[in-house]
């Protein structure tokens, strides 16, 4: 059962730790949490979000996880950050500038924890953090502090633009990417 109403809009603001370990290969990087996001303290926790299917469908998951599943992801060697921490109903109650300090921080997350690829899920607010209105799907040229970057679809259900297999496709480049490290 997921939250009532009233939890959903306490969740408005609260954060949602970083999870990232040592062995991290893979971090993605979300535009800022949901509010049930907030409710549960889960990265993408809505059961039914897209990201979970399309990690399993790419090939970075050897099975569809849940938002609650972190062994999984560990396992699997994908961590999840954000640009900005607080959880909002919408990505577009965020303010431009919200979005583009959160570069700073991500940049001392990869040059903390290495991972060898890390794509951002949103190519609208990785062209505002980067500051590059031309940036498009997959890999980007400039990498970041020695990661290969990728711009990713948003996996959420409020993206019309791409559907299951588009998604897939996309991120099964970045599986790819990784793989080969």
């Known amino acids: 059962m997921g939250p009532t109403r009233e939890e ?12 990232v370990f040592p062995g991290v290969r893979v971090l ?7 509010l049930w996001s907030g409710w549960a303290g889960l990265h993408f926790a809505r059961p039914s979000n897209r990201l979970w299917p399309t990690l399993h ?12 599943d972190v062994d ?20 577009d109650e965020l303010d431009d500038a919200e979005v583009r300090a959160g570069l700073a921080p991500l940049t001392a997350l990869v040059d903390r924890w290495r991972p060898a690829v890390v794509g951002v899920l949103g190519v609208g607010a990785y062209r505002l953090a980067f500051a590059d209105r031309r940036a498009a799907v997959g890999e980007q040229p ?39 490290g």
């Open 28 to 34: 993605l990087c979300g535009i800022n949490p949901s």
């Open 142 to 180: 400039a990498g970041l502090a020695g990661a290969r970057l990728w711009a990713l679809p948003n996996p959420s259900g409020l993206n019309a633009h791409y559907q299951q297999a588009d998604l897939t496709a996309a991120y099964a480049e970045l599986a790819e990417a990784a793989r080969r």
């Open 72 to 91: 999984g992801l560990r396992d699997a060697g994908i961590g999840i950050t954000n640009l900005v921490a607080r959880a909002t109903a919408r990505a």
């Open 57 to 68: 469908q790419a090939g970075l998951t050897p099975r569809r996880l849940q938002p609650s």
């Open 8 to 19: 959903l809009q306490a969740a408005d603001g609260r954060t949602v730790p970083d999870l």
